[in-house]
């Protein structure tokens, strides 16, 4: 994907889990402009204007609803919403130009001070508290949060809200614990920057079938019909840029 993407830059074939990605950009949309609404027929209103832009199709409707539903409900009892969508981009080690980046969906902050961040999902797979404690991407946002709002690691906590059954999971990072995952992750900056260009291999891994790439990938494809894929991808952005 990398020499594909990066290098070659060559446009994806699609993901057979694009109606999934649409579905949870839809909702995600849904819930950042309508963060203040206080009823199903204002987040209707929202999802019908935002409807086509995902290409979600009607048989999602069922669906669609009881997320908002749910969001409806599940939103009420939150403190003040400080950020939705919020890209962070946090240096972990200025010197050596190494960041966190990220896009947080939403930061909340209580009344005692205290800051949430959450991450929507609306996978089907919901993590247990004990997964989300080795969660690095909410580490990272603990991370992010404790730099920009100047707030201990006791006063956050991280959380994923699964909009499909309501289901909130909120978990709290130490010092020790977020010092370790930015040592980790350094490292494995420094490891990626010693490789060569073509030392990329592809490495089957969770995320595949929802890769754009995959129809060209050594991993799943043979030699030739890798080949022919990628000259096809060729002529398709010179005939794009055309
Ligand atoms: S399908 Fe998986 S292994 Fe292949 S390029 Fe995509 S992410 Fe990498």
Same mark, same amino acid.
């Not at 050596?96 to 930061?107: A, Q, S």
């Not at 494809?221 to 991808?233: G, K, L, P």
């Given at each position: 994907?990398?020499?594909?993407?990066? !290098? +070659?830059?060559?446009?994806?074939?699609? &993901?057979? *889990?694009?109606?999934?990605? *649409? $579905? /949870?950009? $839809?909702i995600h949309k849904i819930f950042e402009l309508g963060y203040k609404e206080k009823d199903m027929k204002s987040l209707l209103r929202i999802a019908e204007q935002e409807r086509a832009t995902y290409k979600v199709p009607f048989r999602d409707n069922d669906r669609m609803k009881s997320c908002l539903e749910n969001f409806i409900i599940w939103n009420q009892g939150l403190g003040e919403t400080m950020s939705t969508e919020?890209?962070? =981009?946090?240096?972990?080690? #200025?010197?050596?130009?190494? *960041?966190? !980046?990220?896009?947080?969906?939403?930061? !909340?902050?209580?009344?005692?001070?205290?800051? +949430?961040?959450?991450d929507y999902k609306t996978s089907k797979r919901e993590k247990k508290k004990k997964t989300l404690m080795d969660d690095n991407q909410l580490k /990272?946002?603990?991370?992010?949060?404790?730099? +920009?709002?100047?707030?201990?690691? =006791?006063?956050?906590?991280?959380?994923?809200?699964?909009?499909? @059954?309501? =289901? $909130?999971?909120?978990?709290?990072? &130490?010092? $020790?614990?977020?010092?370790?995952?930015?040592?980790?992750? @350094?490292?494995?900056?420094w490891r990626i920057r010693k490789k060569k260009k073509d030392e990329f291999w592809a490495q089957e891994n969770v995320f595949c079938d929802w890769c754009e790439y995959?129809?060209?990938?050594?991993?799943?494809? &043979?030699?030739?019909?890798?080949?022919?894929? !990628?000259? #096809?991808?060729? %002529? +398709?952005?010179? %005939?794009?840029? &055309?």
């Open positions: 994907k990398y020499r594909l993407k990066y !290098i +070659l830059k060559l446009p994806g074939f699609g &993901s057979k *889990n694009e109606d999934a990605l *649409n $579905f /949870g950009s $839809f919020q890209v962070v =981009n946090v240096p972990m080690d #200025e010197k050596h130009d190494i *960041n966190f !980046i990220g896009v947080i969906d939403r930061v !909340i902050k209580g009344s005692d001070g205290g800051y +949430l961040v959450i /990272g946002y603990a991370w992010a949060i404790h730099k +920009l709002y100047d707030v201990p690691y =006791n006063k956050i906590y991280c959380a994923h809200y699964y909009p499909v @059954t309501g =289901n $909130f999971v909120a978990v709290k990072f &130490s010092k $020790f614990q977020i010092d370790r995952w930015k040592k980790v992750q @350094t490292e494995k900056v995959k129809e060209a990938c050594p991993r799943f494809e &043979s030699e030739s019909v890798v080949c022919q894929r !990628i000259d #096809e991808q060729k %002529a +398709l952005k010179k %005939a794009q840029k &055309s």
